[in-house]
């Protein structure tokens, strides 16, 4: 599968988070269909590791983040926690929809760092915390065009990077590609969310 990133020419040296996505979903019913997600296992900060395979059933909702950053992850992580409280509220996190934020900085960040980053997102069920080492976490970040760029100033460790949320249905297929600064918001998460898990547009 091909994705076509349109990244601003201005952003990309100075904010790769700009990064444009497929075009979101026109349908509010019918969910768009990008193909299979790349399959990929990690470990969980919690202990064990989370595998995509193993959640067939549920939407997941998959983030990339780096622990130390202080840019659009802020943007994207208060997105996402009232994404959760609002699912939690429904008893669908968990049981239908899991949030799954992978580490892209694993050299910078470590498990214990994520850990942390657990602690101030959402320290309960539901939303999964990975991060592998670098050989674990490279295949990841490219099968899922994921962009990262060394600091751009020296004495600082916060590294450049594509900020995007795939939304995978329950098949283990990609519906939806959002990213902050484009087309993400907290109603458009749920939004894909309801159309990744009735894929037809049926109730």
């Given at each position: ?22 075009a979101a979903s026109t349908?509010a019913a019918q969910a ?141 297929r990609e519906r939806d ?27």
């Open positions: 599968m091909i994705r076509v990133h349109s990244l601003l020419a201005a952003a990309l040296l100075a904010a790769l988070t700009a990064c444009a996505p497929h349908s768009s269909d990008y193909g299979p997600a790349p399959e990929f296992t990690l470990p969980n900060v919690t202990g064990g590791a989370f595998a995509l395979a193993a959640q067939r059933g549920r939407v997941v909702v998959l983030s990339f983040t780096a622990a130390n950053c202080t840019e659009e992850c802020p943007v994207l992580e208060a997105i996402l926690q009232r994404a959760a409280r609002a699912w939690k509220a429904q008893g669908a996190l968990g049981p239908r929809v899991t949030i799954a934020t992978m580490e892209i900085d694993p050299k910078t960040n470590g498990t214990a760092a994520v850990a942390k980053l657990r602690a101030k997102w959402w320290p309960a069920s539901g939303w999964a915390f990975l991060r592998g080492n670098a050989a674990q976490t490279a295949p990841v970040l490219k099968a899922y065009d994921i962009l990262v760029l060394p600091p751009p100033n020296k004495g600082h460790d916060d590294v450049e990077h594509t900020v995007e949320v795939y939304v995978i249905d329950p098949q283990g590609i959002l990213a902050p600064g484009a087309n993400l918001s907290v109603s458009a998460l749920e939004r894909a969310v309801e159309r990744a898990y009735k894929p037809s547009g049926k109730a």
